[in-house]
């Protein structure tokens, strides 16, 4: 052991002085590399009287104290005992509101919400989360579904026949990949049309009568435009539109099972959109092409109809709107316009198991997340319209909140991801409609032919999207 | 002033000083060993050896000055490179995230299926015969037994406490677990299969209720390949990080895990229709944007530093007015350029009269971010100008002067050379910036804009820092391999577009 031999036989006076040595005459010096080597075998070996200087008592007395001080400050990861629910600022705040009031769903866990700043920070959070700093629950839209359970970060759960009963076999399927569920679902999402009594009086039937309405007063009572998207933007949101012209996502057939390989008809479609929304080449300024504004002009009462979400009502309450709430009246009277409608729900991840929570999670979920009584207390600093069966029909849910699943169960089309998220045709969904409105409303391209290749580009994509179901 | 950095109480400091740091990141090495990421504990681990051998050594002074820089440089600058580097030939995207270990084990913990009927019991936990069990009501049959990992015990409901929802409490030799037991013993009755029937098993979801399943899958260690018990089909690893059917790549199992391709995400730029097409065009204008951006703010940088160079009244308010674009945070500009730029309300179409639609039109697009890239850009051109107009010896514009240059000739035989020659460098600099000027094309235009409908991948102004971002990030699939792969094509341009700028302005030989 020649090393060893150098280390221990050195004598320790002989370099000790040097350490005096002003800064700038300090040469380079091999030897002294022993001396951090003494340092921490004093350090392990207190008792050896190997080095009789008070300095290197000190460094060994400071050594042997900060390490024993950062051993017992290693950060932990989750305890065993600890449930972490993410969620974004608005959910998170209200579920820690709702779990102050009753907090005990699961005896033995204590339950930890952490809120983000906003829903993009929290799915940036997620993308990035660790095995140690990963939550058990996270609180998401149902398109995060296909995208966590393709990169194995959602964790399956198996629902009770009885517990299955509590939702809509739609509300299921949105959180379902690939024929497993990976959450329960907590309320719904969507869009309806709400039309200002002070302007008009009496809900419109057909699309055309709300354009009739819009082309007679657009002078007389200065309106900005007939109708226009305030929730979900000119993609989500629209989609009752597009759909009350003629043109939805995917298709069904009579028995309600969807259709891969047809798409709506773009003739027809385009052909629609000439005769309500322009005029000539232009737009006839009844929709705007796009969302911005259309809040405020609604408030205003300078836009008489308007798509709103079904998460921001209380701020049309405010201002002394009543909640006429009604889907979008298609070309045909009868035929309204398909709204999306999902629902956001609490989703287990991979991480529950891994911090070793997995089955306090997923009673969790069963008992406060996918009940009656948790959705109740939830929904009562949420606002939103509860997903579950019972507490949907709960005494504490608004009438506005009612209207939203009221005008839903009118007319809506599932939000399927797998077919809304792929690009197989050259661009999703989320782009291709809102490009549809401003190659025809602003660009001045013909809305026949665009109507065709937006067509053909949601077919490819829903045609694609079949594997991912 | 020696005395300062020899002396006892300077010696007692910097012990305090480096032990203080050793220990936090003595700290950081545990925790990062505890977390598994042993590149970053044995980083940290040599760190600290690095550091307690400079600082209470004399092994080397300039190690003294320089140690902090070349850590932080390895750790911020160099890690990212090679990851990036080593990213760029890995298939490494949404569902092929996880190691493979990680995803074989996520494949068994998914591959059960529910029996035929969705059976489930409501259950208790506890102990039998000193192991872990689960005492099973079967309410709508009335059978009650106790289920351990290798045996089914039937009961007698006479012997059992059944409350009134046909649910048994407890059993004879049964020991329920308390409340605060259950939580503790989580993880290990979460991933215990307990016995049912046949091939059936009863797992838990939550405390409360068992569900009847059985296991589909079956990892094949030996031979590396999952094979479907039911039905025999096989899934082998077919090199590019998934679980597939030999002869059916579509047939592949979830999750995947991140394996290398090697120059695939490479060639993909070249074959694959889809990325070349775009590619070049967007390649095009990144030039041509870089290049107009650097003449324009140089060209009005310089023109004001030329105007304001000669004392006149209230220069040095100009000078601080100049100034002001370049002040204010670039994001706030950009976002409030972009409302100036709306079409309906904005800012410029109502003082010309217009009704542009400025992002809709390729063209317009184009100038709108040249015109706001030049408010960005001149007020540095015009303060490095200035300042290089100082250095520039006055003799030489007298002497010029003298032998009768008019005032043209003396800008465009000695000050503009002169200038070019200071300012080359930055130049180059200000091109390889606005070369990757990520965020004014993002937050300005988005890229656009975009015949989407037309299957336009990339927009009219898409540079490639923007493209790769969409391509990487844009759609429900995150490429991260294929996004490091041009990241890397990108850093290979600017770099050589660089040296060749520098050979040619001769600057590099000037400092020989």
Known sequence: MPLAHFFFTQKVDNRAPRLKNGLLDRGFNPRSTSLVFYTLVYTMNPWRKLMTKKRFSAVGFIAAVAIAVSGLVVPSANAAEEIVVWADESRGANLKKALAVKGDWVPGYTITVKAFSNFDALKDAFDKATDASGPDIIMGANDWVPTGGKSGKLAPVTLTAAQKARFTPGQLFDLTYKGKLYGVPVDV???????????????????????AYYKANKTSKSLKAGLCVAGGGMSWGAHSIFSALGADAYQFNSRDKIVYDRSFNGTTFGKNVRTYLLDGKKSNGFLPASDAGCKDNFLAGTVPYAVIGNWEWSDYVAKGFTMNLMPVPGVVAGKPGKMFGSVSGALLTTYAAKHGVEAGAKSLLTNFFGSTAGQVLYQKYEGRPPAEKGAALDATVTDAQRGFGAAASLASIPQIGAFLNNNAGGAPYWDSAPAYWTAVLVDGKDAVTEGNKLAAIWRANTAAGKADL | MTSFFTGKVSFVLKLIVVLLLSSVLVTLTQSAFAQKEYFIAAFLAITILLLLLTYLTKISIPLKFFLPGVLLLVAFVLSPILYTVTMSTYNYKTGNIVSKGEAIEQIQNRAFESDADGTSFDIKIGRYERKEAILISDTINGEYFISTEDNRIPLVAADLTINEYGVAESAP??????????????????????????????????????????????????????????????????????FAIAGSPDQYLEPGWRAPIWFENYTKLFTEERLRGPLISVFIWTITFATLSVLTTFALGLLLALALNKPIRGRRVYRSILILPYAMPSIMSILIWGGMFNTEFGAINN?????????????????????????????????????????????????ASIDGANPRQIFRRITMPLLLQILSPLLIASFAFNFNNFNLIYLLTGGGP???????????????????????????????????????????????????????????????
Do not use: C, H
């Not at chain 2, 015949?451 to 820092?465: F, K």
């Open chain 1, 189 to 211: 999402n969507n869009v309806a049309m709400i039309y200002n009594t002070k302007l008009v009086t009496t809900a419109p039937k057909t699309f055309g009568d709300m354009v």
């Open chain 2, 173 to 242: 030799n049964f020991e329920t677990l308390s409340d605060a037991d259950m939580a503790s013993a989580d993880e290990l009755y979460s991933l215990k299969r307990f016995k049912y029937q046949d091939e059936y098993f009863i797992a838990l979801e939550g405390f409360e209720v068992g569900i009847v399943s059985r296991q589909v899958l079956a990892f094949n260690e030996v031979k590396d390949q999952f094979e479907n018990i039911i039905s025999g089909e096989i899934y082998i690893d077919n090199g590019r990080g998934n």
């Open chain 2, 351 to 399: 003082l010309l009269g217009t009704d542009i639609a400025w992002f809709q039109s390729p063209t317009f697009a184009k100038f709108a971010i040249i015109l706001v890239n030049l408010w960005l850009g001149f007020p540095y051109f015009y303060l490095i100008s200035s300042g290089a107009l100082q250095a520039i010896p006055s003799e030489l514009l007298e002497a």
């Open chain 2, 450 to 512: 975009r015949a989407e409908l037309d299957g336009e991948l990339a927009g009219a102004t898409d540079i490639l820092i923007s493209f790769t971002y969409k391509i990487a990030f844009g759609g429900s699939i995150q490429d991260l391999g294929l996004a490091s792969a041009i990241s890397l094509v990108i850093f290979i341009l600017v770099a050589s577009i660089s040296m060749y700028g520098l050979r040619k302005s001769k600057v590099l030989e000037s400092f020989q």
